[in-house]
């Protein structure tokens, strides 16, 4: 039995507990440097903030006094204790995490409740004792070594693995005997974006690669460029890996190698940029010394390989079909049009986000008004079933095997609703729950529904609102806005125990499913991109006044977020809209839209940004830049900008940057506050502990600057 045990409640007090105008921020040396851009000088002030911090003492001088005053305005905030209490209180509870069946043995992760990393686990048969098979919380003491990836052979003898540190996106992979639970001497570096896929016969496997960084060059930092497919024979050498696949002519080509279910074919899927279109080719494995064949030729379109039959390959594909469909293609006729494939399922109104064939059937995944709905067809295109889920606003994930495979398993959750782990019969289409996360609070205490609102062009827009029951809409609600909307990533309703404590105190939360994301298909996702990027901005604050006309909230009470894509979309709408917030909490954020492409994998983001390199879409980057729109002398709300010092996908310069011209820029009494996490990154991997002081913060900052009170 699920028991509520609400400790906090928000109340309005009037009592300002701290003094922000008193606060001192540190200097910032600001430089006459200047860019030309198609004959536009732009300043950029701040632009020694870019440098690493671990090779400029100025920028590190200047990290460890900005977090100075952050961290000690924080601790000041009398509730802050309690909300960090609770958190951790919330959050000690087990988790299961994912759950699937590979290498002929059952894998799951679990955590007892405040590991700070998942720890996975193995057994052979449902029911059996569960045996450990990487616990990633004895790497290091502090948790910042994460699992990054894991596959497990055909035959069941070996997993290769990937650590990440500190967050970084770059992962070292290493093998390790299952039987014995022991390392073999293999170790591969300089991988990055990239997974495994084994060989049927267990004797190696394909992965992708980044050059070894050359002497004085910044990991870090540096442009990520010549992806490389390689293949790995267990128990020799990195440097003897076979070379499968490179192109010297294009750069900015990734490659990702997947081997089919029968152990036939080798699918390589070549990616260019963040944008979902991709090549497709494929190689005979049983001819060693034949060449990877081309056989989707151009970017048209999305391909994801489902499986093969013989000589003919399935694929979910978004040619002419925005929101996605299956075909099939014969080796013997190959093409991309029409004339040539096979539909086995056509398009049809909803988004179809995923496909797996799985004991002879494929899983489709359905977005349905961004909820989850998942059918079962033949592979003649005929409607089997639909998989019954146990609500109606949720998302569904997993469904993953193989073809032989007679049973698949996939999780399910809600915002109020804490994650369930469930086994589904796939001759029956019997779906038998194997866990649910036992939390300290009570779901039918919570309500969630959907709402649709249009944005300044006439655009409906939809939005998930949960909050407790009872709430009142008279304009005082704590409110909390979170959003993405960007490089066709859907956001779906899922269980958050930061989002279920702020829920708690009283707060409502709500979530636009704004364009640039891929909840309506590739149309959606278009429509908030390059030059139609405001249209995303304009989704964000018509969600807010809408929130404000309909009596939720008001300006006071309303606290907007984000993280990377969706840091740049809380900056751009706080320089754009500064009265319309109480406080803003933009994250690891893309604040400098003319130089995101000069570091790491930021190129890749031209497919959504553009590119200031183009007159055009300069000129739209340059309106909307959050870091060159902050004007001197505007009362800008209460800020708490997250970064992090190991982030190299979004390197902290955009939110170093940000923050000083902020501050400089603030001429009204709220706080601009920067909290720079050490040994962490863009976000995935971070300890527990981590997790749990980060969004302490942010909600002690929120129930400060909102004006409430925690009893």
């Not at 979530?511 to 891929?518: E, H, S, T, V």
């Not at 940000?658 to 501050?663: D, S, Y």
Request: glycine share 10%.
């Amino acid at each position: 039995m699920l028991i509520a045990a609400p400790i906090l409640h928000i109340a309005l007090v009037s009592t300002v507990l701290l003094a922000p105008q008193d606060i001192r921020y540190p200097e910032a040396r600001r430089i006459d440097h200047f860019d030309e851009y198609h004959g536009e000088r732009v300043h950029d002030p701040y632009r020694w903030l870019e440098d690493d911090a671990r090779e400029s003492a100025e920028v590190r001088g200047w990290i460890e006094a900005q977090n100075e005053i952050t961290f000690g305005y924080l601790s000041a905030i009398p509730e802050r204790q309690r909300i960090a209490s609770r958190l951790t209180e919330l959050w000690n509870y087990e988790k299961i995490n994912s759950y699937s069946k590979t290498g002929g043995r059952y894998v799951f992760s679990r955590n007892d409740g405040l590991q700070n990393q998942d720890v996975i686990y193995i057994v052979d048969r449902l029911g059996d004792e569960a045996h450990v098979l990487f616990d990633p919380n004895t790497w290091t003491t502090d948790g910042t070594k994460a699992l990054s990836g894991m596959a497990l052979s055909d035959d069941g003898r070996f997993a290769a693995y990937g650590i990440a540190e500190a967050g970084s996106d770059w992962q070292t992979w290493k093998v390790r005997d299952i039987a014995s639970g022991e390392d073999l001497p293999d170790e591969i570096r300089w991988v990055k974006f990239s997974g495994a896929d084994w060989t049927p016969d267990g004797k190696g496997f394909f992965y992708s690669r980044y050059a070894t960084p050359g002497e004085g060059e910044a990991a870090m930092l540096n442009v990520n460029k010549f992806q490389k497919l390689y293949y790995h024979r267990v128990g020799t050498n990195q440097a003897q890996d076979v070379l499968v696949y490179k192109r010297d002519d294009e750069p900015d080509w990734f490659f990702d190698g997947e081997v089919s279910d029968d152990g036939r074919w080798l699918i390589i899927s070549v990616g260019k940029g963040t944008d979902d279109n991709n090549r497709i080719f494929y190689k005979d494995l049983a001819e060693p010394l034949g060449l990877p064949i081309e056989l989707i030729d151009n970017f048209d379109a999305a391909y994801n390989f489902i499986d093969a039959e013989g000589s003919t390959f399935y694929f979910k594909t978004t040619l002419n079909a925005p929101r996605g469909r299956v075909i099939a293609i014969d080796l013997g006729a190959p093409g991309r049009g029409d004339e040539t494939t096979i539909e086995i399922i056509p398009q049809s109104e909803h988004v179809l986000q995923s496909a797996n064939l799985i004991g002879n059937l494929l899983a489709l995944n359905y977005l349905e008004d961004a909820k989850t709905a998942v059918r079962m067809h033949a592979l003649d295109g005929r409607h089997i079933r639909d998989v019954e889920l146990p609500y109606a606003i949720g998302s569904a994930g997993g469904f993953g095997g193989k073809r032989t495979d007679t049973e698949t398993f996939y999780s399910f959750s809600s915002f109020a609703v804490p994650p369930s782990i469930y086994r589904y019969d796939m001759i029956t289409g019997q779906s038998d729950l194997m866990f649910r996360a036992k939390i300290d609070f009570n779901p039918d205490d919570y309500i969630t529904k959907q709402v649709k609102y249009r944005s300044k062009d006439g655009t409906t827009v939809p939005m998930f609102i949960t909050h407790k029951k009872g709430v009142k809409l008279d304009g005082n609600n704590p409110t909390l806005l979170y959003a993405y909307g960007g490089f066709n990533i859907s956001l779906t309703p899922g269980f958050s125990i930061t989002r279920l404590a702020w829920m708690e105190m009283g707060g409502v939360f709500a979530q636009p499913n704004l364009r640039g994301g891929g909840e309506y298909g590739e149309e959606w996702h278009k429509a908030g991109t390059k030059m139609h990027k405001q249209n995303v901005f304009d989704d964000f604050i018509a969600a807010a006044e809408w929130l404000i006309n309909n009596d939720y909230t008001q300006p006071e009470k309303l606290a907007i977020q984000g993280g990377s894509n969706g840091g740049l979309l809380i900056g751009a709408c706080m320089a754009q809209r500064p009265d319309l917030y109480g406080a803003c909490l933009p994250a690891v954020g893309v604040m400098d839209m003319l130089r995101f492409h000069k570091f790491t994998i930021g190129w890749a983001w031209i497919d959504d940004y553009g590119s200031s390199d183009d007159p055009e879409e300069f000129k739209a980057l340059r309106a909307y830049s959050p870091y060159h729109n902050l004007t001197p002398g505007s009362s800008y709300p209460a800020t708490l900008i997250t970064t992090a010092d190991h982030d190299d996908r979004v390197v902290p310069g955009h939110s170093f940057k940000f923050a000083a011209q902020l501050q400089y820029a603030q001429a009204g009494d709220e706080p601009v506050l920067i909290r720079i996490e050490t040994r962490a990154g863009h976000g995935a991997g971070k300890p527990t502990a981590k997790r749990i002081e980060e969004a302490a913060d942010q909600w002690a900052f929120l129930v400060h600057e909102l004006g409430m009170k925690v009893e």
